[in-house]
């Protein structure tokens, strides 16, 4: 499990002009606590699978108007707020896992791969949908992806049965290939980083 906090958001957002935020898997909102901060951003959207979990989070943020928090499976929602976002640089943080290890929540319990790990789907929709838009990605567990070594180990021996993934992260690189470059960070348990490459400018 990472954080936000290990990111500068306030100055990714203004390096890359960010307007927006998108976050998949709330939790207790402590990620969307940290991305409210950055002053920049007109909207926030989390999406959380667990209604009670969701319903906590709407309270929690009540009062900051660029806030929506949503329910429901994060590639179906994800989908709905992407064809309304504005054409404008957005800021994702895909942490969704169900049920989530945090949770307390039987993990091994969703056979469905695309359901306990939805992140192929998720990178695919906004490669997809977001075509030509200079987003930035931060994919949180990059070690369910790839083998270390990071700061907090490798997947445990008993990890439930990965059925369904590829544990490669070529799918992201792939996805963002000709717009983006895609960084690893093993801190943690593992960060993925997908940063728009600079504009390169023909001389006149």
Same mark, same amino acid.
């Given at each position: 499990?990472? /954080? ?12 890359? %002009?960010?307007?927006?935020? *998108?976050? /998949?898997?709330?939790?207790?909102? =402590? ?26 989070? &709407?309270?929690?943020?009540?009062? %900051? ?9 994060? *590639? $179906?929602?994800?989908? &709905?707020?992407?064809?309304?976002? @504005? ?7 895909? !942490? ?9 929540? =039987? #993990?091994?319990?969703?056979? %469905?791969?695309? &359901? +306990?790990? @939805? ?9 997809? *949908?977001? *075509?030509?838009?200079? !987003? ?17 180990? $490798?997947?445990?021996? %008993?990890?439930?049965?990965? &059925?369904?993934?590829? +544990?490669?992260? =070529? ?14 960070? #093993?801190? $943690?348990?593992? #960060? ?13």
């Amino acid at each position: 499990m990472g /954080t936000l906090a290990h990111f500068p958001l306030a100055a990714m957002a203004r390096m890359h %002009d960010i307007q927006h935020f *998108v976050e /998949t898997g709330t939790a207790q909102g =402590d990620g969307l606590a940290i991305a409210a901060q950055v002053k920049e951003l007109k909207s926030l959207h989390s999406i959380e699978i667990i209604p009670e979990l969701a319903a906590s989070a &709407k309270a929690r943020f009540a009062s %900051d108007k660029r806030i929506k928090v949503w329910h429901g499976n994060s *590639v $179906d929602v994800m989908e &709905k707020i992407l064809n309304k976002l @504005p054409a404008e640089p957005c800021l994702f943080w895909l !942490d969704a896992h169900f049920p989530g290890a945090h949770t307390g929540a =039987d #993990y091994a319990a969703e056979e %469905d791969a695309h &359901k +306990r790990l @939805p992140l192929v789907d998720e990178v695919e929709l906004i490669a997809n *949908v977001r *075509v030509g838009i200079r !987003d930035i990605l931060l994919i949180d567990d990059a070690r369910i992806y790839q083998p270390g070594p990071y700061g907090d180990g $490798d997947l445990p021996a %008993d990890w439930p049965p990965l &059925k369904g993934v590829d +544990r490669s992260l =070529d799918f992201v690189r792939q996805a963002f290939s000709a717009t983006h470059g895609v960084v690893v960070d #093993y801190a $943690d348990q593992g #960060y993925v980083m997908v940063v728009p490459r600079p504009i390169m400018r023909k001389a006149a």
